[in-house]
């Protein structure tokens, strides 16, 4: 299974925004770019192009996807009628690993993804390992019963009941259970996704 193994925060720190899940993430403390030269660097003002591309690239690490998958997202968002880009947002919070991250059953989308790929999500209360997993309207994301005995899921209730859930997702922490009442949507994106759809209709 392909996935983007490079420094997790170096587009980070290349962009200047903080792009992943982790608390820790070195931009709050380096806001200047990766590198030796990283301190003295200026930032370049970008082109037309360069803004799309920078979109593009920020989409693809905050969701952990690589270029043919995003593409082929894209790709299936412009052939419905109606804004496209709200469209691939939902394309792309529909995700099974965005769906487990989003309910609170782990702390990052690079968690998420590893407890599907290792069998500990149920789906209507059957195994998916398949991070890119469409989760649909009516359908429940669960932990596997004997994965809500594991340590690592101790204290994860109290988690839940702290983390702030989208309108679209209804979150069961003692059942450690999430069920999609509507079509996912994101209110306010750290990206612009218009300039995506811009940047494959060239």
């Not at 591309?53 to 052939?79: C, D, H, M, T, W």
């Not at 989308?109 to 599907?116: F, G, T």
């Amino acid at each position: 299974m392909a996935r983007d193994i490079r420094p997790k925060h170096k587009l980070c720190r290349k962009y200047g925004e903080k792009l992943c899940d982790c608390a820790k993430c070195p931009i709050t403390k380096r806001s200047y770019p990766p590198g030796q030269h990283g301190p003295n660097q200026k930032r370049v003002k970008l082109s037309g192009f360069g803004k799309q591309l920078r979109e593009k690239q920020k989409v693809k690490r905050i969701y952990g996807i690589l270029e043919r998958q995003f593409a082929n997202y894209v790709a299936e968002a412009s052939k419905k009628s109606g804004d496209t880009s709200k469209f691939l947002l939902s394309y792309l919070e529909s995700r099974l690993d965005n769906v487990v991250y989003r309910s609170g059953l782990a702390p990052s989308r690079a968690a998420a993804r590893q407890l599907v790929t290792h069998g500990h999500v149920l789906v209507n209360g059957k195994s998916l390992d398949i991070p890119s997993y469409r989760v649909r309207v009516g359908e429940a994301v669960e932990l596997h019963a004997t994965s809500k005995k594991s340590k690592l899921f101790e204290n994860i209730a109290e988690t839940i009941n702290k983390k702030e859930m989208p309108a679209w997702l209804a979150v069961d922490a003692k059942k450690l259970s999430a069920k999609v009442l509507n079509n996912p949507t994101v209110e306010n994106p750290n990206f612009d996704a218009k300039s995506i759809i811009g940047f494959y209709s060239r």
